[in-house]
Every structure is written in C-alpha cells, then in structure tokens.
C-alpha cells in the first residue's frame, strides 16, 4: 500500500474551522495523520467527528484553515477533486450500497468509471477483495440477500477496490446486530496490520487497544486530546474525557 519516505504527513488538517450557520462545529483542529497510522476518533454526539471526516474528503467544505492529501491540498471542485477524493474512502455507518447492482457490479463501479479500469481488470481486483473481507461466495447476489455485517465488509471492499491512500470509517459498526460487529472489526484490524493509513471513528475500545496508534478525544467541535490507547483508556488527562470514558465504560 502506501510507503512514503520523506516525513511529511499523509494528511493534514491545519487552523481547520468550519461552522453551520452559527454553530463553530471544527474549532482550530490540526492533525497529522502519518502513513500507515491508525487513529481512532472518539467522542460525544454532535462533538463533530463526522463533519471532520467529511471534511477530510470535501464532503463538507470548511471556511478556513488547509487540508492536504499527500502533499497536495484538496481542490474546491471538478476533475481534480474527483481524483483526489478517490484517494480517500470512506466507509459509513449505513452501507450505502447499491441496491439494483450486484456486489460484484457495486465493487466495479467506482475502479472502471473513475479510476477507468478495464472490466476484466476491475473484477479480477473486486473477486480478491471480495475474498479478503470474507464474503467471495456472495459476489453475484444483491446487498439485500447479504447479512449487515457481510454489506459492510462489501463497503470495505468497495471502498478498497478504488486502491485508496487513506481509508476513513465513521462509525462502521454501530447500525450492525452485536454478533456481527467483530467480522467487521477483524477485517479492519488487517487492514491495520497490513499498513493502511486509517482514520476510524468508533467507540469500540476492543479495536482501539488492538489497531489504533493514537486516539483523539473530541469536545464541542475541538480536540481535546490525543493520546495512545493505553494511556488515554487508563489515565485520560482532561475531565470531558473521564467523563465521557465512564459513561461508556458502564453503559
Ligand atoms: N448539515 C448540517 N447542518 C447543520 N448542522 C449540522 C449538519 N451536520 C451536522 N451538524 C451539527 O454539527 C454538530 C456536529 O455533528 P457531527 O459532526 O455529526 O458530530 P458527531 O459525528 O461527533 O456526532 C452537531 O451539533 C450537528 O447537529
Ligand atoms: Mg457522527
């Protein structure tokens, strides 16, 4: 995947600030995110987790401060936005698969229409995915046959096929039945391991402790704290943070 030898951060969020209509929901963030860093996004709801990943991709646009992907700042709009978003996937809390299309077709979609893969390339590509996140024998039926747990490994693949430089998740398995939240978390944890730069935004602490590097604490729209895992988990610094690990270490 990706290797990169002069230092510089895969992402970079400087002096970001966005705001709906009133609401300040990024305040000031800077964040570097290294190549083949996992970080794990942690917070309360409405603390601006999503927007910030949106961001990161240009779902959303910010009114001030930069963003860079590997050194090159995203483009307001056409062609070289498209190029540039696709180095980005992204993978949400719902599936967001196409229904009409099979999962072979949903994974061969984005490779031959954007990244204009020929479709014999595109499938061999969706067929190794597809075996990689586990759900091969499921290539020719449509999302709704498939489990939520096997949809959203297909979202990983999808995502993947696009031969992405940052993988983003907001929330991966919070809409998935708990008996299929680790098959979505264990092809995640390999994807960690094999040197996938990833910004996860979850409160599976299970998945921190195992996969991510670094984890930042959000509040009201700013970064609160950053941390490793271990350290952040037993010995969080900040009172939001203690409060907000308690409410979910006993829920
Ligand atoms: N499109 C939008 N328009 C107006 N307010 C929004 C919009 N999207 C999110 N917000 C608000 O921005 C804040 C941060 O939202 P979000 O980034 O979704 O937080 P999180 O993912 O941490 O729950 C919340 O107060 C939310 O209501
Ligand atoms: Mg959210």
Redesign the pocket.
Do not use: Q
């Given at each position: 995947m990706t290797s990169r030898s002069n230092g510089e951060p895969l992402v970079r969020l400087s002096g970001v600030n966005k705001w709906?209509?009133e609401?300040h929901?990024l305040q000031d963030i800077d964040l570097d995110i290294a190549a083949g860093e996992v970080l794990v996004v942690i917070?309360?709801?409405?603390?601006?987790?999503?927007?910030?990943?949106?961001a990161i991709n240009r779902l959303?646009p910010i009114e001030k401060g930069e963003i860079t992907i590997d050194g090159e700042r995203l483009p307001e709009e056409g062609k070289e936005l498209a190029r540039l978003r696709a180095d980005v996937g992204m993978v949400f809390q719902s599936f967001n698969l196409f229904a009409h299309k099979t999962i072979l077709e949903n994974v061969t979609l984005g490779p031959t229409k954007v990244r204009k893969k020929s479709k014999s390339d595109a499938e061999k590509r969706a067929r190794e995915l597809l075996d990689r996140v586990g759900v091969s024998a499921q290539a020719e039926k449509y999302p709704a046959q498939l489990s939520g747990g096997q949809q959203q490994r297909v979202a990983i693949a999808r995502a993947l096929a696009m031969e992405p430089k940052v993988m983003l998740f907001?929330?991966p398995t919070s809409a998935l039945d708990p008996e299929m939240i680790n098959e979505v978390l264990d092809v995640m944890v390999g994807l960690a391991k094999d040197g996938m730069t990833m910004v996860v935004?979850t409160h599976e602490m299970g998945f921190a402790r195992r996969a991510a590097n670094r984890v930042v604490f959000?509040d009201g729209?700013r970064i609160v704290e950053s941390a490793e895992p271990e350290t952040f988990f037993t010995n969080p610094r900040s009172d939001r943070a203690k409060d907000f690990l308690s409410k979910i270490l006993t829920h």
């Open positions: 709906f209509g609401l929901v917070g309360p709801s409405g603390s601006g987790k999503s927007t910030l990943c949106r959303e907001d929330e935004v959000m729209g």
